[in-house]
């Protein structure tokens, strides 16, 4: 099997364009035509498809890197005979003012004006899209139209563009609706004209990156058409009317919208958000510039799904609950908006990624999981003597042992002893976990995350400190795969190297339970007949009260503080 390098396409002209997004890896099997990147200019965004088929065997791209035609993108192992022609990549515009985008010679738009009365617009030559969808629905009867207007967004499985008029009046008639298929030459809408717009705008060149095989030079490869913003100096007719403006595709939303306020994201994202019947205007873009991911759209998904969250939709058709009424809605207050400048200076700063994924699903589990903590002390002084030696004993090694390595392992005795704190809830099971893998909150610069010590109950302290000090490392450079962050059946936040005594932590769904530990101190402890002075680590245990109960998780605390108060317990 021959080893093929794909790479960029024919882009127009775009120069430079930053890579935003990766959507494939090693080892994934992708088809001829499938998406592999998406790039993105000032103006654009679009997928970058492959030219083969095959299985990925190296990608030679990372997000941020500049690409150009020609650039390699990945290296497959290709499945069959040689590459298949390269498709153009579908681009999307950003919201700009449309004149800045606008090739007057792409298209002409196909119209019968007078100087007053009515006006008939119609779908100007859109190159090859044949049978295309009316996806939004940008205008209603009695708006006053501009010329050059956007009056609906069309789009076929690769690209979008918005279809706009070509001539100015107040729209007494509209032909389409969301749903609709057109094609060249069908009727819009229908205007009271105020402007003359010229009915012999001749049709445009095919260009040679979104054309068909016309208009290329010999030996180039022919491709699909697909929509890219326009040349500058491309194409023949002259003319003056509009172009049909490549743009973003929204599910069909209310025409009072504008248009300047459509959401960022690509045309898989958009087809996407569209088949789960998620209202991309609804979601928070995560990825670079605020675009929206399949990830965004998966959250959304989920929280909807989950209950915590509400479509305006869904908002609008539920009757807010009353005061003294059976209604289980929260029924909030909007959020307080408040001018903080009025009091003073500040300084906006956006939220990071992380913290940006992270709150989400903290807010998620602290909404939807009754949660309970239980707080104790464990009397950790021979233990603390025993790891103090411990490290002395390893100091050549370089090998630091923390507390937090022998809670882990002492979890695991605990998880043992009380299965059902090593479960999750699907519906109205309990899914009893059998592997005890530990995940430990890290603190980053840019955030909370939790990489997972896979099953823990096979490792010793020593080995779980070092993969803990690795992981933490890479947590911290921001290093770490989703594979290393996941599979937790419970989760340890230590903040014992900080400090504080006691808090809340938040169940990290869908485990059941998150121990939280802070900083140990040498407090007076009653033995009997007098107070010795005894290291106590304060343990902060949340449990999910679906699950679990009040006495179990207290006895799941006390077991804990028995190991670590006697950690031989642990071969037990
Ligand atoms: N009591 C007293 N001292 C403690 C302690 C405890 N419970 N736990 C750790 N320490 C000490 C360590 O022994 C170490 O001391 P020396 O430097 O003198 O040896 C020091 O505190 C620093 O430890 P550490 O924090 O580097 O190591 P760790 O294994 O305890 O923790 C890690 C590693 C990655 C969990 C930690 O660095 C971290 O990120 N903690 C924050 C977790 C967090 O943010 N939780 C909140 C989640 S909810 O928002």
């Not at 049909?244 to 959401?263: E, F, G, R, S, Y």
């Amino acid at each position: 099997m021959a080893l093929v390098e794909v790479q960029v396409p024919d882009i127009g002209d775009f120069d430079e364009v930053t890579v935003i997004e990766l959507l494939v890896k090693p080892g994934d099997t992708v088809k001829a035509e499938q998406s592999l990147i998406t790039v993105e200019s000032d103006k654009a965004s679009m997928e970058i498809p492959s030219a083969a088929a095959g299985v990925v065997k190296e990608l030679r791209v990372k997000l941020g890197d500049k690409v150009k035609q020609g650039s390699v993108v990945l290296v497959v192992e290709a499945a069959g005979a040689a590459p298949a022609p390269v498709p153009a990549p579908a681009a999307v515009l950003e919201q700009k003012p449309a004149a800045a985008h606008v090739n007057t010679a792409q298209a002409a738009i196909t119209t019968v004006a007078t100087t007053s009365g009515p006006v008939e617009v119609r779908v100007p030559d859109i190159g090859d899209f044949k049978d295309v969808s009316v996806i939004e629905v940008l205008v209603k009867p009695g708006d006053g139209i501009k010329l050059e207007q956007s009056l609906i967004t069309v789009e076929s499985d690769k690209a979008s563009m918005e279809i706009p008029s070509g001539a100015a009046g107040v729209l007494k008639e509209l032909r389409v609706k969301v749903g609709d298929v057109v094609n060249i030459g069908d009727l819009l809408a229908v205007l009271e004209a105020s402007v003359v717009v010229s009915a012999s705008v001749p049709p445009p060149q095919p260009s040679p990156v979104r054309g068909g095989s016309e208009g290329r030079g010999a030996g180039q490869e022919s491709a699909p058409s697909v929509l890219l913003p326009p040349l500058p100096g491309e194409g023949g007719g002259g003319g003056s009317a509009p172009t049909p403006q490549p743009a973003q595709a929204t599910p069909p939303h209310d025409p009072t919208t504008t248009v300047q306020n459509l959401p960022h994201a690509s045309p898989s994202i958009r087809k996407f958000a569209r088949e789960l019947g998620v209202p991309l205007a609804e979601v928070k873009g995560t990825g670079p510039k605020g675009r929206i991911t399949e990830a965004d759209v998966q959250s959304f998904t989920q929280a909807v799904m989950a209950g915590t969250l509400q479509t305006k939709a869904i908002a609008a058709a539920t009757p807010a609950a009353k005061p003294g009424g059976g209604g289980g809605e929260l029924n909030l207050l909007a959020w307080p908006k408040v001018d903080f400048t009025k009091f003073g200076p500040v300084e906006r700063k956006d939220l990071s990624r992380i913290k940006k994924i992270s709150g989400a699903n903290l807010h998620r589990n602290w909404v939807v999981i009754p949660h309970v903590t239980n707080h104790d002390d464990a009397d950790i002084t021979e233990l603390e003597a025993f790891r103090v030696s411990t490290n002395k004993e390893n100091e050549k090694s370089g090998l630091k042992v923390t507390m937090l390595a022998f809670l882990i392992k002492a979890c695991v005795a605990a998880l043992k002893k009380f299965p059902d704190f090593n479960s999750s809830l699907d519906g109205d099971q309990l899914v009893l976990k059998q592997y005890f893998h530990i995940g430990f909150a890290a603190d980053t610069p840019n955030g909370l995350v939790v990489p997972v010590i896979k099953d823990a109950d096979k490792k010793g302290v020593l080995a779980i400190s070092k993969e803990m000090g690795e992981l933490a490392a890479k947590a911290r450079e921001g290093k770490l795969t989703p594979a290393e962050m996941s599979g937790a059946c419970f989760t340890i936040s230590s903040l014992g190297g900080i400090g504080g005594r006691y808090f809340t932590p938040i169940i990290n769904a869908p485990e059941v339970a998150i121990l939280g530990v802070c900083r140990s101190n040498m407090e007076p402890v009653w033995d009997g007949e007098k107070f010795v002075p005894r290291l106590m680590l304060p343990l902060s245990l949340s449990w999910d009260h679906r699950v679990i109960d009040g006495a179990s998780a207290a006895r799941f605390n006390a077991y804990l503080g028995q190991i670590l108060g006697d950690f031989r317990r642990v071969m037990l």
